[in-house]
């Protein structure tokens, strides 16, 4: 089992850049897939970014491809990079974790979840 706490959310104008991380507890962070969603107002959650085990493989939604960047390391942290931003990325976003072997944009596969943090963009 997983615990998960994500921080970094905040407000910033559009084009500007945050970095989400989210903390990991328990002793086998090295064997969960990890990925972000979002969720904005009254719309549906929605995939974001997904990184394999060993860090080395990352998979985006379209959407935030080129201007998002997902990490992972050895001390139990994800991370989101994102720059550029977007009013339309104003979202509450949300760290997970799978026990897939592969990188999944399924939230159905991801068995944990953080409480969210909220990214607000102005325009």
């Known amino acids: 089992q997983v615990q998960l706490v994500e921080s970094g959310g905040g407000l910033v104008q559009a084009g500007g850049s945050l970095r989400l991380s989210c903390a990991a507890s328990?002793?086998?962070?090295?064997?969960?897939?990890m990925g972000w969603f979002r969720q904005a107002p009254g719309k549906e959650r929605e995939f974001v970014a997904a990184?394999?085990?060993?860090?080395?493989?990352g998979y985006y939604a379209d959407s935030v491809k080129g201007r998002f960047t997902i990490s992972r390391d050895n001390a139990k942290n994800l991370y989101l990079q994102m720059n550029s931003l977007k009013p339309e990325d104003t979202a509450v976003y949300y760290c997970?974790?799978?026990?897939?072997?592969?990188?999944?944009?399924?939230?159905?596969?991801?068995?944990?979840w953080g409480q969210g943090t909220q990214v607000t963009v102005s325009s």
């Open positions: 997970a974790a799978s026990y897939s072997v592969t990188v999944t944009s399924n939230g159905y596969e991801y068995a944990y």
């Open positions: 328990g002793r086998t962070f090295s064997t969960y897939t």
């Open positions: 990184i394999s085990r060993s860090g080395g493989n």
